[in-house]
């Protein structure tokens, strides 16, 4: 039975959508994993395990906000199974850069997203992703790039990762990733 809110809505968007949703809900899960294992006793590193799950709310309140969209314009959810997350990584560096290359896989997702809201003309579709994903992303891709610089000149390991870990459970971020941005801090 097709939706009496359809309109100017393609195959092709629904597809698109629902492809992002398991996309966003996969980033959630690997973010969730990151969380529980900065929270093991043997890591026991609560900055990096509040950062990650913050991280995997933002992504998992995505996936609604675009649940929520496909059922507004009469679109059809498709809720797909999500591969199992790693739960191991070989130190925090070795996470963030984990992470780094998941918001540029993401990121690469929500931009050939919105190449199809273009290609379909459908200027709403194209209005939403632009005004709720776009710029978090970019900005998250600098927070990551930031934090890997960060931890390199903390040197990675120790109490230089120690202190870096303490500001960002101090701030609930990586705080070099947010100055410039109105003064958050």
């Known amino acids: 039975m097709n ?32 969380a529980a294992y900065f929270a093991r006793d043997n890591v026991a ?18 996936a609604q906000y675009l649940i929520d969209y496909q059922n507004t314009r009469g679109g059809r959810v498709e809720i797909k199974q999500i591969p199992e997350p790693n739960t191991e990584w070989t130190s925090a560096m070795n996470a963030i850069e984990s992470s780094l290359s ?3 896989d993401v990121n690469k997702a929500s931009l050939n997203l919105t ?27 600098e ?3 930031k934090a890997i610089t960060q931890m390199q000149r903390a040197g990675g390991d120790g109490l230089g990762l120690y202190l870096v870990d303490q500001d960002i459970w101090k701030h609930g971020h990586f705080s070099v990733g947010r100055l410039g941005l109105g003064g958050e801090d």
């Open 143 to 145: 927070e990551l790039a």
């Open 45 to 62: 590193l609560p900055g990096l395990e509040r950062f990650f799950r913050e991280q995997a709310h933002e992504n998992q309140e995505s």
């Open 102 to 104: 998941l918001e540029k």
């Open 115 to 141: 190449t199809l809201a273009i290609d379909q003309a459908d200027p709403h579709f194209f209005h939403i992703l632009k005004k709720h994903s776009l710029k978090h992303r970019v900005q998250s891709i």
């Open 3 to 34: 939706s009496l809110a359809k309109q100017n809505f393609t195959t092709l968007a629904e597809d698109g959508i629902n492809s992002q949703i398991q996309i966003e809900q996969t980033a959630s899960q690997v973010y969730l994993a990151a």
